[in-house]
């Protein structure tokens, strides 16, 4: 199953109206939609396609704080249904910044992948990346931000995770299997 769970973590409900709405398809926004060169640029059978039937559709949820966020990751873990992207605001007052959010997302769950959206902070990337203590998972995306930057980072960053997690998959069986044949005597030597 293909996890396409998107988190907005972001105090301006404006910008989580955006993320929802391009993210989910119900976009009726013009400005940044992927119009005539992704046309262009699309398989022959799928070019005459309004661009709402060409890109994957997320199942996205919201949060205005930090802590709320960090909760709702929680659940979802625990329901057994994680958020394979997190798009994090870095400035979110009254409540915890994005470090702080970004550094708790992680120590619950170090494979989902996380967007930092910020269009002012008072941390550099450096010093985020030197406070979290992690780079293979950590992107950055600066407002104003394009829809389809939007779309993108959602739509490589999921399949990133789902392929993280088939190889992880593959590599237990593997691993099962190995110790399988470890435990079989192979020497060749019959002694029956």
């Not at 926004?29 to 699309?42: C, I, P, T, W």
């Not at 960090?70 to 870095?90: I, K, Q, R």
């Given at each position: 199953?293909?996890n396409n769970r998107i988190l907005v973590i972001d105090d301006e409900q404006g910008i989580r ?176």
């Amino acid at each position: 199953m293909y996890n396409n769970r998107i988190l907005v973590i972001d105090d301006e409900q404006g910008i989580r109206d955006v993320f929802i709405d391009v993210l989910t398809g119900r976009s009726t926004r013009q400005e940044g939609r992927l119009g005539d060169l992704g046309r262009l640029l699309a398989p022959a059978d799928t070019a005459a396609a309004p661009d709402s039937q060409m890109r994957r559709r997320f199942y996205v949820k919201t949060a205005s704080q930090g802590e709320e966020g960090v909760v709702m990751l929680e659940e979802a873990l625990a329901a057994g249904t994680p958020y394979s992207v997190v798009f994090v605001d870095m400035r979110m007052p009254p409540g915890w910044d994005g470090t702080r959010t970004i550094k708790e997302i992680h120590q619950l769950d170090p494979h989902v992948q996380i967007v930092i959206v910020t269009a002012y902070s008072d941390t550099s990337i450096a010093d985020v990346v030197n406070q979290v203590g992690f780079t293979d998972h950590l992107l950055y995306l600066k407002k104003p931000f394009d829809d389809e930057e939007i779309l993108q980072l959602a739509d490589s960053l999921s399949m990133r995770w789902n392929l993280e997690r088939k190889v992880h998959s593959f590599l237990k069986i593997l691993e099962g299997i190995f110790n399988s044949l470890a435990d079989l005597d192979l020497t060749g030597d019959d002694e029956h």
